[in-house]
């Protein structure tokens, strides 16, 4: 497994990666830029959230390292790893439904909030990385 000592990175596709949750304090890194959005991230072994442009995306609990984030209209997609299973919310479209996919295969559908958040569980305690793809439902 492999945390992001810098916090968050843009990766060459483009996508970015963030979080440590090898850290026993709080780290927050502020106005990293990645094509004109700015980045927020707070990490540690009890939480990581990033923000984008003063809004929420993702949050873990506990703490999780994510690579290859990628956001698009359609949807989310990302590998995430951590010592144990967490818990992630998101936010997308409200009210909106999303196809689910984890590991491979799809949880089902969910719908998001009025808020546009949508919560699942992951098992990461015996995975190197899982993959997680979120996609809008037309």
């Known amino acids: 497994m492999a945390v992001i000592d810098e916090l968050i990175k843009k990766e060459e596709d483009g ?3 963030f979080g440590n949750y090898e850290l026993d304090s709080k780290a927050k890194l502020d106005g990293f830029e990645v094509s004109g ?3 927020k991230v707070k990490t540690y072994k009890d939480i990581t959230k990033l923000e984008r442009n003063g809004l929420f995306v993702y949050e873990s609990v506990p703490g ?3 690579t290859d984030l990628a956001l698009a209209e359609s949807g989310v997609t ?3 790893e951590g010592p144990k299973d967490a818990q992630i919310t998101l936010e997308l479209e409200a009210e909106e439904e999303y ?3 984890i590991g491979g295969n799809s949880v089902g559908k969910m719908k998001t909030n009025l ?3 949508i919560t699942f569980g992951v ?3 015996d ?3 899982i993959t997680v793809k979120v996609v809008k439902v037309s």
């Open 15 to 17: 996508s970015i990666s």
């Open 37 to 39: 959005d700015l980045y």
């Open 64 to 66: 999780t390292t994510v």
């Open 78 to 80: 990302f590998k995430v």
């Open 99 to 101: 196809e689910v996919e």
């Open 115 to 117: 808020g546009g958040k």
């Open 123 to 125: 098992e990461l305690e």
């Open 127 to 129: 995975a190197d990385q």
